[in-house]
């Protein structure tokens, strides 16, 4: 198969490919997302095979609109609405109790369903082109980072879908927060573009799943299924160190080996020479260091590094979603360091 790219003129295109079963890279305000029609099983299992997508990871819908939710959940709590209305479109994702024309291949069987009404509106105008729900998860093979730009998407999938739709980099660059609304606290179940202080504002109490910031025991279930799996991976091993930044900084740099990557504040990046450095914002700028960790993870597959260190945010704000990305990819192997920046 040829993967077409397309750009913002071809929206009916793209639609049409969807509606006739096929797959489309779609730019999201968070990552790109790989894309079928959502009330279509068939074409919901192509994004299985084309990403190698275990079996049991649901899938999340995307909508054009918040009036969308009532025809794929039910007993939606106010919160749900009052939610929609702070922050859609934009980058949440709620889990609620689904309809059954949800079909199976989407939910992976389970009684609830992730709904998301993305703030793109090339992802907004292909979704109400189509006149259906689209699953889409990021686009990306299984296990290696999200793309955050139609290239990077076109490295995994080319040849594999039929369409990339360009609309360049995506603002956001770390994936939506997922909210489980089912359960009489609200639970996050993964932080992302939507900071957990502003859930809080909107919902009181949040509780944070374990998955969010630990590794969980061989045999524990995770509530988002995709959370147990090691994620995001570049090919050399990557080790996280926690901590104030001038400390993990000179952390870093006591351990480089021969040939060692490092993913630094912007602030350190001169300390590391003759080592590929990804620098990915300054300290205090974690918008910027959302946008550039899927980019700095991704970079280093093409250089020879075999070990890449990582500072790492502190929780606040978009922190935790940048943190638990980096940890993720570094399959927990955590160095702290103790107290740092928020
Ligand atoms: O920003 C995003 O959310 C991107 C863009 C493309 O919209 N999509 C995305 O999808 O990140 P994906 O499939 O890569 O991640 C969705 C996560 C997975 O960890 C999955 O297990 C979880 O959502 N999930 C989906 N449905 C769920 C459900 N009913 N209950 C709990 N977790 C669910
Ligand atoms: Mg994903």
């Known amino acids: 198969m040829k993967t077409k790219l397309l750009t913002k003129n071809d929206i009916g295109i793209a639609a049409e490919i969807l509606r006739a079963g096929g797959l489309v890279g779609i730019p999201t305000e968070t990552v790109y997302g790989l894309g079928a029609n959502g009330l279509d099983p068939e074409a919901v299992g192509r994004i299985f095979t084309a990403k190698g997508r275990p079996q049991d990871n649901p899938l999340i819908l995307h909508i054009p609109d918040p009036s969308w939710l009532e025809r794929y959940c039910r007993n939606i709590p106010p919160a749900a609405y ?81 369409a990339i739709l360009d609309g360049g980099a995506c603002g956001v660059g770390v994936e939506s927060t997922i909210v489980d609304l089912t359960t009489s606290v609200p639970r996050l179940l993964r932080p992302g573009g939507l900071p957990l202080e502003r859930l809080e504002e909107a919902l009181g109490t949040v509780a944070v799943d374990r998955a969010v910031t630990a590794q969980l025991s061989p045999g524990e279930k995770p509530r988002a299924p995709g959370m147990k799996y090691r994620h995001y991976a570049p090919r050399a091993p990557v080790v996280v160190v926690t901590g104030d930044s001038r400390r993990t900084a000179r952390y870093i740099r006591r351990n480089l080996g021969q040939h060692t990557g490092v993913i630094c504040f912007d602030e350190y990046a001169g300390l590391f020479p003759g080592c590929p450095v990804e620098a990915i914002g300054p300290v205090s700028d974690k918008a910027r260091q959302a946008r550039r960790v899927f980019d700095a993870l991704r970079a280093f597959d093409s250089t020879d590094v075999d070990a890449i260190y990582a500072q790492c945010p502190g929780s606040g704000g978009l922190g935790l979603a940048v943190a638990n990305r980096l940890k993720k990819a570094a399959g927990f192997q955590v160095v702290d360091l103790g107290e740092g920046e928020l």
């Open 82 to 162: 009052a939610l929609a209305e702070a922050v859609w479109p934009g980058p949440l994702t709620m889990v609620l109790q689904r309809r059954e024309n949800v079909p199976n291949a989407v939910t992976c069987s389970l009684d609830t369903v992730g709904v998301r009404c993305p703030g793109h509106p090339l992802a907004l105008a292909v979704i109400r082109a189509a006149g259906v729900p689209v699953a889409a998860p990021s686009g990306n093979l299984s296990g290696r980072p999200s793309p955050t730009c139609a290239r990077h998407m076109l490295e995994d999938m080319d040849g594999r879908i039929d």
